[in-house]
């Protein structure tokens, strides 16, 4: 009994001497192929162009600093609570004397890493922060060939100093412009 009504029956009858050559249908293949020459490409010409992502986009992390360029993080390890997958560590330290300039909070991360390998981009951590010191930024982790390569330390999340170098940082901040 058929499942549904769609079914087609197979036509078994012998094959033309046209048909035996598969010539017809090469010609029609071909013909299939030469339109696409004239259609819009679907595809880009990755890495020299790129499509720009969406607004909800949430990319690879950043670390952001306040306006006077002081690291923002306290270290409070809020967002390495709210991580479902456990891929923030961080390791608190205390701010020195003379250090007011370098780091926003009495307490800031002497040690923060990110296991992107982990990661889910859920952005649960920027949504956990109260010092807006993370957030996801429009980019993505870039490949690699090691694991180790995906564990993003400190240095690799911090945001581009905004004093020192305004440019880099206006291009790392991209479309959070607003956070700030
Ligand atoms: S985006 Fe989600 S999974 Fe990734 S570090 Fe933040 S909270 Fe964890
Ligand atoms: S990024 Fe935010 S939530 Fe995470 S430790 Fe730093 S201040 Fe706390």
């Given amino acids: 009994m058929a499942l549904t009504n ?3 029956q197979v036509d078994r009858k012998p094959m ?3 048909e035996s050559i598969y010539l017809w249908n090469i010609v029609k293949g071909m013909a299939i192929t030469f339109s696409h020459l004239f259609k819009r490409r679907p595809t880009i010409s990755y890495p020299e162009q790129t499509r720009s992502f969406s607004k909800v986009f949430r990319g690879l992390h950043v670390l952001n600093r306040d306006e006077e360029g002081r690291e923002r993080c306290t270290a409070c390890g ?3 609570v709210a991580c479902p997958a456990e891929a923030i560590t961080m390791e608190a330290a205390e701010r020195l004397p003379g250090e007011e300039g ?3 909070e009495e307490k800031y991360a002497a040690r923060y890493e990110i296991n992107m390998l982990r990661c889910i981009f859920c952005g649960l951590c920027e ?5 807006d010191a993370i957030y996801l930024s429009q980019t993505f982790a870039p490949a690699n060939y090691g ?5 993003y330390k ?4 911090l945001i581009p100093n905004p004093l020192t170098e305004p440019e880099a940082y206006q291009k790392a901040l991209g479309e959070k412009a607003s956070k700030n």
């Fill in 16 to 18: 033309t001497w046209l």
């Fill in 147 to 151: 694991r180790s390569g995906f564990i």
């Fill in 154 to 157: 400190k240095n690799d999340l």
């Fill in 78 to 80: 809020l967002c390495a």
């Fill in 127 to 131: 949504e956990a922060c109260p010092k």
């Fill in 6 to 8: 769609r079914s087609i």
């Fill in 102 to 104: 370098l780091y926003r």
